[in-house]
């Protein structure tokens, strides 16, 4: 009876071209709205994970290999496994439904989540969301 | 001989309550329903079969953990889960919205 599908919650994405990729909650539309008349939520997600990075590697290696893609997307809750995680990175103002609508603003939106998800993976916190599920 | 007796009553309780609740209160069978119950926190006791598969049942059990939701392991399969409801189908999960005049969810959650 809690409602645990909220904004920063992490979610893992079950279909489409991004299944099986993490992702989190940014904003959540448990109502719908006339376009998708079912629950739904807007989720930035990794599309590339960050590679491995060992003692070995140079610094201009760590960097290259610490790079993330990310991608945004509107899910419907249905298509979605929700986990016990949460990850506390403030996408509000970034990723927004009008950030969807043209492609230049998408991309946009995807270069600023991408540079606030790779600090956040730089600083060693939330490693399961950086890690690649294997299945 | 006590303890069987004692199984066998509180069987016969969760079918009557369940009865109540079929005919007094809210309710939805089914995997799709159940999960969206759990969704938008409507669902108030969820009961699976005891032939669930087990990723199912195991996936039921995850999304009850997170909305904080009893999860009642029904002492029968799906055709007796079926037929304590009142229907002609088998039934492997549902989930309880209302109890309308049942006790269910305040006597069932504890024994698990």
Redesign the interface.
């Known amino acids: 009876m809690v409602k645990f599908l909220k904004a920063n919650k992490a979610v893992i994405v079950l279909q489409g071209r991004f299944a099986g990729r993490k992702a989190v909650i940014v904003r959540a539309f448990d109502e719908g709205t006339r376009d998708r008349p079912y629950g739904h939520c807007l989720v930035a997600g990794v599309a590339k994970y960050p590679k491995k990075v060992i003692r070995k590697d140079s610094a201009k290696k760590t960097a290259k290999k610490s790079r993330v893609k990310a991608f945004l997307k509107l899910v419907n809750y249905s298509h979605l496994m929700p986990t016990r995680y949460t990850l506390d990175v403030d996408l509000k103002d970034v990723v927004t439904l009008d950030a969807l609508q043209t492609r230049d603003r998408k991309v946009a939106a995807c270069k600023e989540t991408k540079a606030r998800f790779e600090e956040r993976f730089k600083t060693g916190k939330n490693r399961w969301f950086f890690s690649k599920l294997r299945f | 001989m006590a303890p069987t007796k004692k199984a066998k009553k509180s069987t016969e309780s969760i079918n009557n309550r369940l009865a109540l609740v079929m005919k007094s209160g809210k309710y939805t069978l089914g995997y799709?329903t159940v999960?969206?119950s759990l969704?938008?926190?409507k669902?108030?006791l969820i009961i699976i079969s005891n032939n669930c598969p087990p990723l199912r049942k195991s996936?039921i059990e995850y999304?009850a953990?997170?909305?904080?939701?009893g999860v009642h392991h029904f002492n029968g399969n799906n055709v007796d889960l079926g037929t304590a409801c009142g229907k002609y189908f088998r039934v492997s999960c549902l989930s309880i919205i209302d109890p309308g005049d049942s006790d269910i969810i305040k006597s069932i959650p504890g024994d698990q």
């Open positions: 799709k999960l969206r969704r938008n926190s669902g108030k996936e999304y953990m997170l909305s904080k939701v």
